[in-house]
């Protein structure tokens, strides 16, 4: 189930309204998508990328990333919901 780099990349940019043909922020995005596949992978400790959950994990943490840059944004932890799912992969 492991999607292309341009799925991913799609999908991150349509969960945050950005229009597919506006590339601005298409590197930093991308730097965002592979942290968040990082996270998930050493969170697991293991390489989750064909379970289902994978991309809607990763699309979501790098949304969060996306929403949460810069210097006067401060994040204590990540939603409940997708603690859950991460937790869920983890301990499957």
């Keep these: 189930m492991a999607d292309t780099a341009t799925d991913l990349l799609n999908e991150l940019k349509n969960s945050l309204h ?4 506006v590339n601005d922020d298409d ?11 990082a996270y998930l992978n050493n969170a697991c400790n293991n390489d989750m990328s064909n379970d289902d959950r994978y991309k809607f ?5 790098a949304t969060l990333y996306y ?3 810069g210097t006067n944004v401060v994040t204590k932890d990540f ?3 997708l603690r859950c799912v991460i937790n ?3 301990y499957s």
């Design 88 to 90: 869920q992969l983890k």
């Design 27 to 37: 590197q930093l995005l991308t730097d965002y998508l592979n942290s968040a596949k």
């Design 67 to 69: 929403q949460n840059r």
């Design 18 to 21: 950005i229009p597919l043909g």
């Design 79 to 81: 939603p409940y919901s």
């Design 57 to 61: 994990i990763v699309v979501e943490l």
